[in-house]
Structures are given as structure tokens and as C-alpha cells.
């Protein structure tokens, strides 16, 4: 059973990062390896990133949520839209058989849920007529992935596991267009998300060990800047000096006694 990982050559506790330079090469060379062993590890076998565009067009209802209670707000009189997702996640809810060499088709559903605030005007002056939620949870996406089958390689509960996330995310909206005068019901809203889908599955891997990881040192955390407490010198006056209070009280005896 292998100890603390140490260099053989130096002697020295070995570090992550990169391998030391041979002068000789230029090249980095690693230390060789004190042993071999069989070390569980989460595998990824496959991973991709894809962005996603959902247009949706939503009615204007003035029950959704609270008018703005700007005055001479109209709910139908939308000028401008402006839209804020709230929270955005994706679930895998199907992964097909295999179609060649165990590439599956994957199918994830995307949840949204957006705040959308409708902008009119009042006077020449913008006001916000009314605030309303909707939810997008009707949008699915469809890619193709390599998901080994499971069996006894992975062990119990060793996977594969599909998972999805979506790591980034905006939306914007528009009135719909409508001819002068007519009212605004619907808006347009346009949400871009970006998602990425990864198989994993837990294996036993042949690795060379150096040893156990040992910890460096810790550096202790530099000071505060110490300060006076109390200030003395900005709290009270500055007092005349000695010499000051001499020169002020016999400047005109020149030496001599009373």
C-alpha cells in the first residue's frame, strides 16, 4: 500500500500541477510511479452543448397580475416589453434504444418560467402598465449521444447516468404588431438557452499512483492594517512646546533677574 506521495529522486512531497522541466529535454517529465492501482472513478462517455431558441406568443390579460398604477395605464397600449427569466432547468425524460454501436437518441424537456413586464406610455412618459409570469414547459429537444447499456461493468447503481443543465440563459419580448389604434393582445417572447447533456457511469480504472496526497503547508492570512485606538494626536489640540512657552514668557528679560 503506497504512503504519502514522494519523489524518489529529491525526496520532496509531491504536489498537483504540472511535471518538472528536464534541463536535458525541455520537456516536462513526471516522477515514476510508486504503484498500480484499481480506483472507482465517474467516467464521461459522452457530453455535448447545445443552444436552444423558444419563440412563444402569450395573451394580454389584466387579471395575470398587478397593474403598474401609472395613470392612463392601458393594458392593450403596450409600447414595449421587457422579459426576465426567473428559473430555467432541463430534464432528460427519455433515452431510446440503440440505434448503432449504443448511440441513443436523448430527448430532454425544457422548464422555464419568465416574469414579462409590459412598458406603455403616459404624457410622453414611460410607465409600467402591468407585471404577469408564464411558463414554458411544453419545449423538448432531441440529440444524439453514445450511452453504454447497463450490466455488470458499472456495478450496483453504477449508471450509466444522462443528466442535463442549462448553464446559461436570456429572453426578450415584443408587442405583437398591430395596425394604429388596435390594441396589443399578445406578446412575442423569444428565450435562448444553453444546455449541456452528459452520460457518465461509474468504472474501475487501472491508474499509476504516486502515493497518498499529502497537504502543503498553509500560509496564514496576511494582517489587518492595525490602527491607533485611541488617536491621540487627532483628538486633542496640539500643546505648545517647552521651548515655544520660554521664548513667549522671558524673550524680554535677556538673562536677567527681575
Not at 17 to 33: L, V, W, Y
Not at 197 to 219: D, H, N, Q, S
Amino acid at each position: 500500500m503506497a504512503g504519502p506521495g514522494i519523489n524518489q529522486e529529491t525526496g520532496e512531497y509531491l504536489q498537483p500541477g504540472p511535471c518538472p522541466i528536464n534541463p536535458n529535454t525541455g520537456s516536462r517529465e513526471c516522477p515514476p510511479a510508486a504503484e498500480i492501482d484499481c480506483l472507482v472513478a465517474e467516467k464521461v462517455f459522452d457530453q455535448c452543448v447545445t443552444e436552444d431558441i423558444i419563440y412563444r406568443s402569450f395573451p394580454i390579460y389584466r387579471d395575470k397580475g398587478a397593474p403598474g398604477g401609472g395613470e392612463g395605464a392601458d393594458w392593450h397600449k403596450v409600447t414595449s416589453v421587457e422579459c426576465q427569466v426567473v428559473s430555467a432547468e432541463c430534464a432528460v425524460v427519455d433515452v431510446s434504444a440503440p440505434i448503432e454501436d449504443n448511440n441513443r437518441i436523448v430527448t430532454v424537456r425544457q422548464d422555464v418560467k419568465l416574469k414579462i413586464k409590459l412598458w406603455g406610455e403616459h404624457k410622453g412618459h414611460p410607465v409600467l402598465i402591468g407585471t404577469f409570469e408564464e411558463t414554458i414547459n411544453d419545449f423538448f429537444s432531441q440529440m444524439l449521444l453514445y450511452v453504454p447499456p447497463p450490466g455488470a461493468l458499472f456495478g450496483p447503481a453504477g449508471g450509466p447516468f444522462v443528466f442535463c443543465e442549462i448553464v446559461n440563459f436570456t429572453c426578450f419580448g415584443l408587442p405583437e404588431t398591430v395596425p394604429p389604434g388596435a390594441p396589443v393582445n399578445n406578446v412575442i417572447i423569444t428565450v435562448k438557452l444553453c444546455k449541456v447533456i452528459e452520460v457518465t457511469a461509474f468504472v474501475k480504472l487501472l491508474v499509476p499512483v504516486y502515493g497518498y496526497c499529502t497537504p502543503r503547508p498553509c500560509v496564514a492570512a496576511p494582517q489587518q492594517i492595525e490602527i491607533e485606538c485611541p488617536p491621540i494626536d487627532s483628538l486633542f489640540p496640539p500643546q505648545r512646546s517647552p521651548s515655544s512657552a520660554d521664548n513667549g514668557n522671558g524673550g524680554n528679560n535677556n538673562g536677567n533677574a527681575p
